[in-house]
Protein backbone atom coordinates (compact mmCIF):
# COMPACT_ATOMS: atom_id res chain seq x y z
CA UNK A 1 0.00 0.00 0.00
CA UNK A 2 1.53 3.19 -1.20
CA UNK A 3 1.34 6.37 1.14
CA UNK A 4 2.97 9.97 1.09
CA UNK A 5 2.65 11.64 4.76
CA UNK A 6 3.65 15.33 5.17
CA UNK A 7 5.07 16.65 8.30
CA UNK A 8 6.44 20.12 9.11
CA UNK A 9 3.46 22.33 8.59
CA UNK A 10 2.52 25.24 10.84
CA UNK A 11 2.03 28.97 12.12
CA UNK A 12 4.82 30.98 11.70
CA UNK A 13 4.98 35.28 11.16
CA UNK A 14 5.44 36.81 8.09
CA UNK A 15 9.57 36.72 6.76
CA UNK A 16 9.92 33.09 8.89
CA UNK A 17 10.60 29.75 7.12
CA UNK A 18 9.47 26.08 7.06
CA UNK A 19 10.52 23.06 6.15
CA UNK A 20 7.94 20.41 5.01
CA UNK A 21 8.62 16.94 4.47
CA UNK A 22 7.05 14.52 2.64
CA UNK A 23 8.01 10.77 3.21
CA UNK A 24 7.06 7.59 0.72
CA UNK A 25 5.78 3.93 2.04
CA UNK A 26 5.25 0.92 -0.14
CA UNK A 27 6.85 3.12 -3.09
CA UNK A 28 9.72 0.46 -4.93
CA UNK A 29 9.49 3.10 -8.02
CA UNK A 30 9.87 6.28 -5.83
CA UNK A 31 13.58 7.36 -7.63
CA UNK A 32 11.68 7.38 -11.06
CA UNK A 33 8.47 9.57 -9.56
CA UNK A 34 7.67 12.77 -10.59
CA UNK A 35 7.37 14.85 -7.63
CA UNK A 36 4.98 18.05 -6.56
CA UNK A 37 4.01 20.48 -4.14
CA UNK A 38 1.02 21.69 -4.67
CA UNK A 39 -1.01 24.02 -1.94
CA UNK A 40 -4.75 24.96 -1.42
CA UNK A 41 -5.78 27.83 0.11
CA UNK A 42 -9.72 27.99 1.23
CA UNK A 43 -11.88 28.86 -1.52
CA UNK A 44 -9.23 29.05 -4.19
CA UNK A 45 -8.05 25.73 -6.39
CA UNK A 46 -5.24 23.45 -5.51
CA UNK A 47 -2.31 24.92 -7.88
CA UNK A 48 1.40 23.64 -8.53
CA UNK A 49 3.84 25.55 -6.00
CA UNK A 50 6.97 23.44 -7.26
CA UNK A 51 8.24 20.45 -9.16
CA UNK A 52 11.32 17.85 -9.22
CA UNK A 53 11.68 15.66 -11.90
CA UNK A 54 13.19 12.03 -11.04
CA UNK A 55 16.68 13.92 -12.91
CA UNK A 56 16.55 16.40 -10.28
CA UNK A 57 15.30 19.18 -12.22
CA UNK A 58 12.79 21.89 -10.99
CA UNK A 59 10.27 24.11 -11.34
CA UNK A 60 8.72 26.62 -9.53
CA UNK A 61 5.34 29.11 -9.42
CA UNK A 62 6.42 32.61 -10.00
CA UNK A 63 4.72 33.40 -6.79
CA UNK A 64 7.29 31.31 -4.89
CA UNK A 65 10.61 31.19 -6.94
CA UNK A 66 13.45 32.74 -5.32
CA UNK A 67 11.87 32.13 -1.93
CA UNK A 68 11.13 28.15 -1.88
CA UNK A 69 13.14 25.10 -2.63
CA UNK A 70 12.16 22.09 -3.52
CA UNK A 71 14.82 18.37 -2.90
CA UNK A 72 14.07 15.65 -2.88
CA UNK A 73 16.35 12.82 -1.23
CA UNK A 74 15.62 9.10 -2.93
CA UNK A 75 17.64 6.99 -0.66
CA UNK A 76 14.92 7.81 2.20
CA UNK A 77 12.18 7.99 0.20
CA UNK A 78 11.07 11.53 1.18
CA UNK A 79 10.12 14.89 -0.50
CA UNK A 80 11.04 18.57 0.84
CA UNK A 81 9.93 21.84 0.56
CA UNK A 82 12.26 24.57 1.79
CA UNK A 83 10.00 27.83 2.54
CA UNK A 84 11.88 30.89 3.43
CA UNK A 85 10.36 34.85 3.62
CA UNK A 86 7.25 33.63 4.20
CA UNK A 87 4.02 35.81 3.44
CA UNK A 88 0.61 35.60 4.73
CA UNK A 89 -0.42 34.68 1.06
CA UNK A 90 1.60 31.25 1.46
CA UNK A 91 -1.17 30.49 3.88
CA UNK A 92 -2.50 27.29 2.54
CA UNK A 93 -2.80 23.43 3.03
CA UNK A 94 0.19 21.80 1.27
CA UNK A 95 -0.02 18.81 -0.38
CA UNK A 96 2.73 16.24 -2.03
CA UNK A 97 1.76 14.40 -4.65
CA UNK A 98 3.53 11.87 -7.44
CA UNK A 99 3.19 11.50 -10.77
CA UNK A 100 5.03 9.24 -13.54
CA UNK A 101 5.31 12.44 -15.06
CA UNK A 102 3.24 16.19 -15.21
CA UNK A 103 2.74 16.71 -18.92
CA UNK A 104 2.64 20.61 -18.42
CA UNK A 105 3.23 23.87 -15.99
CA UNK A 106 1.64 24.32 -14.27
CA UNK A 107 1.12 20.81 -13.41
CA UNK A 108 -2.53 19.19 -13.71
CA UNK A 109 -3.88 17.48 -10.84
CA UNK A 110 -5.02 15.01 -13.35
CA UNK A 111 -1.85 13.81 -13.91
CA UNK A 112 -1.41 12.89 -9.79
CA UNK A 113 -1.49 9.54 -9.42
CA UNK A 114 -0.58 9.72 -5.33
CA UNK A 115 -1.50 11.91 -2.65
CA UNK A 116 -0.35 13.21 0.77
CA UNK A 117 -3.30 14.21 3.48
CA UNK A 118 -1.97 17.48 3.31
CA UNK A 119 -0.37 19.79 5.88
CA UNK A 120 -1.43 23.01 7.06
CA UNK A 121 0.99 26.22 6.69
CA UNK A 122 -0.30 29.53 8.30
CA UNK A 123 1.43 32.96 7.77
CA UNK A 124 0.61 35.64 10.20
CA UNK A 125 1.54 39.47 9.13
Known amino acids: QLELEESGGGSVQAGGSLKLSCSAS?????????LAWFRQAPGKKREGAALIGANGQTVYADSVKGRFTISRDNAKNTLYLQMNSLKPEDSATYYCAAASSYRDWPPSIADVRYWGQGTQVTVSS
Open 26 to 34: GFSAYSRAC
